[in-house]
């Protein structure tokens, strides 16, 4: 199947490719191949202390090393590379990001665009103006409130070299905050399944200035933004606000804009729509 396309989906922070399991059976059944990335650090190769585990040494969970530590932008860029390079033996290939798996995969367009027939981001950090960490001080972004969540957060990164979050607290606030920012609009039981899916340690490098949309590699991809229209985690105003700046970077090659009616996760928990979409992508 020469022309048939490969989706290769990368995650966003603290996630893993478990959570695309439900999407590629959606696209298996529709007749579509695809691959889910394990950035360094996450799937199989995550930390999951001892102390993380119930009942929680909250202590000795601060002090615990962890896989990420140390893992760079340019680590991850090169592990999506190297599983591009395989697939792109079999045919186009079609690359997926959401959520902070949107930053590996601009890494990644810069270094090698030869590799990549279509960039599709979901809610995904596109940084082209800024750098990621600025957007959030920007109006866009007024909403979003990440001091909510700094109350789950473990140990000090800097001394630990991690960003680490406890998702198996029992905090009903802190609960609540997740909900709110993640999955609004799932039920109760879809957001702890999903909770529990995720794991405790991200890494802490999000790229400088140099790792922003570069015109003349990236730019001459083609290129899909799917917005999430109930996002509370990544706001429709700042998914719009990137995707202006893209098409101003790069004028003769502006995103196609599709939009899904999902929260930050909903999308992969009923992912029919989503791999409808992303399927009418492969149609010439």
């Known amino acids: 199947m020469p022309n048939t396309p490969t989706y290769v989906l990368v995650h966003g922070a603290f996630a893993n490719s478990f ?25 199989f190769e995550a930390t999951f202390p001892e102390a993380y585990q119930t009942p929680q040494d909250l202590d000795a969970l601060a002090a615990e090393p962890g896989s990420t530590k140390g893992v760079t932008l340019a680590d991850n860029a ?13 045919g186009p290939t079609i690359l997926v990001a959401h959520s902070r798996g949107g930053i590996t995969t601009t890494a990644v367009a810069n270094a090698r665009p030869e590799l990549v027939d279509r960039i599709v981001y979901v809610s995904a950090w596109c940084p082209v103006d800024l750098d990621v960490n600025d957007y959030y001080a920007q109006p866009e972004m007024a ?11 473990v140990g000090n990164p800097a001394e630990l070299g991690l960003l680490r979050t406890n998702f198996r ?3 009903p606030m802190a ?52 917005r999430l229209a109930a996002d509370a985690s990544v706001p429709p105003a700042v998914q719009d606000r990137m995707i202006r700046e893209a ?38």
Do not use: C, M
């Open 247 to 284: 098409d101003t970077l790069t004028p003769d090659n502006p995103f196609e804009v599709r939009t899904l009616d999902s929260g930050h996760l909903r999308w992969l928990v009923h992912p029919k729509p989503a791999a409808e979409l992303l399927a009418s992508l492969a149609v010439p």
């Open 175 to 226: 609960l609540a905050a997740f909900k709110r920012a993640l999955a609004a609009d799932l039920t109760d039981d879809e957001f702890r399944t999903f909770l529990n899916t995720f794991q405790p340690d991200e890494n802490l490098d999000a790229g400088t200035s140099a790792d922003r949309a570069q015109a003349v590699t990236w730019g001459r991809v083609p290129r899909t933004y799917v």
């Open 19 to 43: 959570s695309f399991a439900p999407l590629q059976a959606e696209l298996a059944l529709l007749g579509q191949r695809s691959v889910a990335v394990d950035l360094p650090g996450h799937g």
């Open 143 to 153: 909403d979003v409130d990440p001091g909510e969540l700094a109350a789950t957060l």
């Open 78 to 90: 090169a592990r999506v590379i190297e599983v591009l390079e395989r697939a792109k033996r079999h």
């Open 169 to 171: 607290t029992a905090d």
